[in-house]
């Protein structure tokens, strides 16, 4: 594991220094889908991180977001899963609340992590069972179980719903969505949501490093995630500390009649 998390911490730096420095720069662009973003940087960065990668580790699995999905991944014991520039609406934007990040996938499950934002350089990490830490401190997401709407990021519905009056001042939007959940981990925001069709790219990687630093993030049912299936959307997620989450996952069943 120890050699895992470095080949992971070597290899977002390096990519997040490449994305820093096509930063805020000319760069073509292009729409893929109905309407995702994709840039230059995007390929750039996700090349990189394949190719060290896969030198290193030539008999896992790789599943990225800027690459054509191979289902030989499914058979892997291993399966390192990318996303090479998570919040690329707000890199083009220039603003700093993007990232890179990268998982590696066990048995459906993270066992290594790392989330990069090279705009503020700062580095999550975590290993399964070793706790997480940024820039080699440890991290833990915050206690308790009030509900607070300026201390949750995320869709504005999902808060109402918890019982924040319309209008209420919530966390400002933070673009990356890996980075909203590492928000939490570190105790900067004390809960996360995230709307229906965010892919294993966007998660998994937060996904530990949140577990690791005493939180959850799981459906609004309360259900674990899994990666490397065949499907790789998920639907509505809550992230929080242990004891707010299950006060979340409880208000939002009530809500919804469950």
């Not at 290993?127 to 997401?141: F, L, W």
Request: glycine share 10%; net charge neutral; hydrophobic share 45%.
């Amino acid at each position: 594991m120890a050699r895992d998390l470095a080949l992971l911490a070597a290899t977002v730096r390096e990519a997040g220094d490449l994305a820093l420095r096509m930063f805020r720069t000319t760069l073509k662009t292009w729409t893929k889908g109905a309407s995702s973003p994709v840039s230059e940087a995007d390929i750039a960065v996700n090349d990189l991180i394949l190719g060290r990668i896969s030198t290193a580790d030539p008999d896992s699995g790789l599943l990225s977001e800027e690459s054509t999905d191979d289902a030989g991944r499914l058979a892997r014991r291993r399966v390192w899963i990318i996303d090479p520039i998570d919040g690329t609406r707000a890199y083009l934007a220039g603003h700093e609340d993007w990232s890179v990040s990268v998982a590696l996938v066990e048995h459906e499950r993270p066992v290594a992590a790392a989330v990069f934002a090279p705009a503020t350089g700062e580095l999550f990490l975590a290993a399964q069972g070793r706790g997480a830490s940024i820039n080699d401190a440890p991290i833990h997401a915050t206690g308790g179980t009030a509900l607070d709407s300026r201390r949750m990021a995320g869709p504005r519905a999902l808060i109402e719903r918890l019982g924040a009056p319309p209008g209420a001042d919530i966390h400002p939007r933070i673009g990356s969505l890996a980075l909203r959940i590492c928000r939490v981990a570190d105790g900067r925001i004390d809960a996360a949501f995230a709307t229906g069709n965010s892919r294993d790219w966007d998660l998994a990687a937060a996904d530990l490093i949140v577990h690791e630093a005493g939180g959850r993030l799981t459906s609004l049912a309360g259900s674990p995630l899994v990666y490397n299936r065949p499907s790789v959307t998920h639907g509505e997620l809550a992230a929080a500390g242990r004891d707010r989450h299950a006060v979340i996952v409880r208000r939002l069943r009530n809500s919804s009649g469950g």
